[in-house]
DNA sequence: CTTTACATGTAACTCGTTACATGATTAA
DNA sequence: TTAATCATGTAACGAGTTACATGTAAAG
C-alpha cells in the first residue's frame, strides 16, 4: 500500500486537492514515486473512507471548487507504524533492457538511438534533481530531521542518474564499436 | 506486454516449461525483469492462444511430464517489431525513500538497519552478477552480437548495484552523523 | 475563439501479488 | 516420514494504465 503512504506523506505538513496532489506526483515527490491523477483519486477515497484524511470543501473565487485533503490523526500513526516496517526491494523492470537482449544487425542502430534517447531525458532529470538541491538543500548537515530524510531520497534519485547516464555511455561505445 | 516478450526472448535459442522459465525468472533473466509462476503460466496461455508460442507435452522418467513451450515463427516476428519499438523508462518505486521522507528521532535507528540491509543485499547480487561477467562475458568486444546485448544489460544491472552501494553509504553517514 | 490550467471523476482493462490447491519424485 | 524439488494451475484482490467524461476560468 505505498501510494496511500506516499499520499499521506505528501499531506504530512500541507493539505491539498486531489489536483495538487497529482501536481505534486508528476514534479517533487514523482522523483520517488509516480501516480496518475485517476491513481490518486481512487486512494484518497480509500483513505477517506479509512478516515485516514478528512475532506474539506474549498470554495475558490475565480476557480472550480476543490476538496481538500488533511492527514487526521489516525492516519498520521497508520504512517507513523508504516515506516517502521520493512521496505521491500522494488524489482527494477526496464523493458529497454530486455529489448537489448534481443541486439541483433537489424535492430542495433534503433537500439543505439534508444539509448542516445535515454541518455538525454536522464540529462534533464539530472540537471533538475541539482537545481532543486542547489536552491534548497544547500548544507545537509545542518538540515531539520525530517528534511535530512527527502535530502537523502533526492540523493538516491540523482546518484542513480547518474548511474543511468555512465551505462547509456558505455553501452553507446560497445555498439558503436559494432557498428564500424 | 513487456512480460510476453520477456518470455519470448528466454525461448530465443531453447524451448522451456512454465516451471522452467519461472527458474529462469529467479535467476538470471530475473536481473532484468521479475515475474512470478502465476504470472508466467498466465502469460503463457495468452501466447499459446496468439499462437506466438507452441505447446508440446514432453514424458519424462523420474518426473512429472511437462509442457514445453517453443516460440513459433509469428512469435518470432511478433517479438522483432516490439524491439523496434519505443522503449519507456520504468517509473522506478522505492518504498525506502517514501519512509525516509518521514525520518524523525523515532525511526531514524530502523531506517539505517534498513538501509544496511539493503547494503547487504546489494552487496550479495553485485558478486553473483561480477561471477557471472567472469565466467561468461571475459572479452565483451569479441561477443557475438545478441551475446553483447545481454552483456550490456547485465552491465546495467551491475551498474546500478554499484550505484545503490555507494548510496547506502552516503546515507548511512549522514545518518550516524545525526545520532552522534 | 482556442488553448491551457484548474478541478474531479468513472469504466474497462492489464499487470502483479497472495493465498489456495494438487500431486509426483527424490534425498535426508 | 518429512522436506525439498519438480510440475501446473485457479481465485481473489490490489496496483497501474488508457480511454472516456464534464465543466470553469484565464490568457492569448
Redesign the pocket.
Known amino acids: ?4 503512504h506516499a499520499i499521506m506523506t505528501a499531506l504530512i505538513d500541507d493539505e491539498m ?7 505534486s506526483f508528476d514534479g517533487s515527490l514523482g522523483f520517488f ?7 490518486i ?6 483513505l477517506t473512507e479509512r478516515r485516514w484524511v478528512r ?1 474539506r470543501l ?1 470554495s ?9 485533503y488533511a492527514l487526521s490523526h489516525s492516519g498520521r500513526r497508520a504512517l507513523h507504524r508504516w515506516v517502521a516496517e520493512e521496505s ?1 526491494q522494488a ?1 527494477s ?1 526496464d523493458d529497454l533492457l530486455i529489448r537489448l537482449c534481443n541486439l541483433d544487425a537489424d535492430n542495433v542502430l534503433h537500439l543505439a538511438a534508444e539509448i542516445k534517447r535515454r541518455r538525454e531525458q536522464t540529462m534533464q532529470r539530472l540537471y533538475l534533481y541539482e537545481k532543486i538541491i542547489r536552491a534548497h538543500y544547500p548544507d545537509p548537515q545542518r538540515l531539520p530531521t525530517r528534511r535530512r530524510g527527502v535530502y537523502l531520497a533526492l540523493r538516491a534519485a540523482i546518484v542513480q542518474a547518474e548511474q543511468a547516464l555512465q551505462w547509456c555511455d558505455e553501452a553507446l561505445a560497445l555498439l558503436s564499436g559494432a557498428e564500424a
Open positions: 500500500m505505498a501510494l496511500a486537492s486531489g489536483y495538487e496532489l497529482a501536481r514515486w509516480q501516480a496518475s491523477h485517476q491513481q483519486y481512487r486512494e484518497l477515497a480509500r475532506r474549498v475558490q473565487k475565480g476557480r472550480p471548487d476543490k476538496i481538500s521491500r524489482p523492470k
